[in-house]
């Protein structure tokens, strides 16, 4: 079964920092997602995507955050000067189509990242 | 705006019997609703999902929910519980409008499976 692979699964690193997860969705998705889960808090929106720019963002996704699609197939997420909250797991996600409002959203596993 | 509620962040049963994991939510229009299920150290998996066809909602691993929107709610039920049941399970509401790609999702509620 086809999956979103997310890399790497954890990621340790000091305040200020640039950090990138990266996302591989799934081959034939054309709407790519980032979520956040802070410990002990609710999963939350960071950002989508589609047509090589960003369709929607939430308040979280200030200026220190990027995403783009460098390559056709991988997905990335960039903290420019990580702070330490951005400590959380970050999922990645696609989907086929979002209009219409059924297209499921296939999640990877996370990339946990602890900022010190 | 939309919004979810599940009413309990722990839940405790013992293996064979049902699952009651409830969830309440608010929208201004017809809502579409998921549950997503979050083993440790996996993924979020979608158990089910309600888009304003049938009510009641079959989904994997016998799980299955019912849409009540008198009494807006959408809980997730399993006639007898399995030892790897044991995880997180979140309710999710879909963003509407412009926000259709956003998942709000629940504060989840963890399952406990005593053998």
């Known amino acids: 079964e086809p999956e979103v692979t997310q890399t790497p699964s954890h990621q340790v690193t000091q305040m200020g920092q640039e950090v990138i997860l990266r996302c591989v969705p799934i081959?034939?998705?054309?709407?790519f997602y980032w979520y956040r889960q802070i410990l002990g808090q609710k999963v939350e929106f960071l950002v989508s995507?589609?047509?090589?720019?960003?369709?929607?963002k939430s308040e979280i996704f200030d200026d220190q955050f990027s995403v783009e699609r460098p390559d056709g197939s991988n997905f990335t997420l960039k903290i420019r000067s990580t702070k330490l909250e951005d400590s959380a797991m970050y999922f990645c996600?696609?989907?086929?189509?979002?209009?219409?409002?059924?297209?499921?959203?296939?999640f990877g596993e996370g990339s946990r990242l602890t900022v010190l | 705006a939309q919004s979810v509620t599940q009413l309990d962040s722990h839940v405790s049963v013992s293996e064979g019997t049902p699952v009651l994991l409830r969830c309440n939510y608010s929208?201004?229009?017809?809502?579409?609703l998921f549950w997503y299920v979050q083993h440790p150290n996996k993924g979020l998996q979608l158990l089910l999902k309600?888009?304003?066809?049938?009510?009641l909602v079959k989904g994997i691993n016998g799980f299955e929910a019912e849409f009540k929107k008198s009494e807006t709610s959408f809980h997730l039920t399993k006639p007898s519980a399995h030892m790897s049941d044991a995880a997180e399970y979140f309710c999710?509401?879909?963003?509407?409008?412009?926000?259709?790609?956003?998942?709000?999702f629940g504060k989840g509620t963890k399952l406990s499976v005593k053998p």
């Open positions: 996600a696609s989907s086929e189509r979002v209009r219409g409002g059924t297209g499921e959203l296939f």
């Open positions: 081959s034939n998705h054309l709407y």
């Open positions: 995507f589609y047509n090589n720019e960003i369709s929607e």
């Open positions: 929208s201004s229009y017809s809502p579409s």
């Open positions: 309600y888009t304003s066809a049938a009510t």
């Open positions: 999710v509401v879909r963003g509407y409008g412009g926000s259709q790609g956003n998942l709000i």
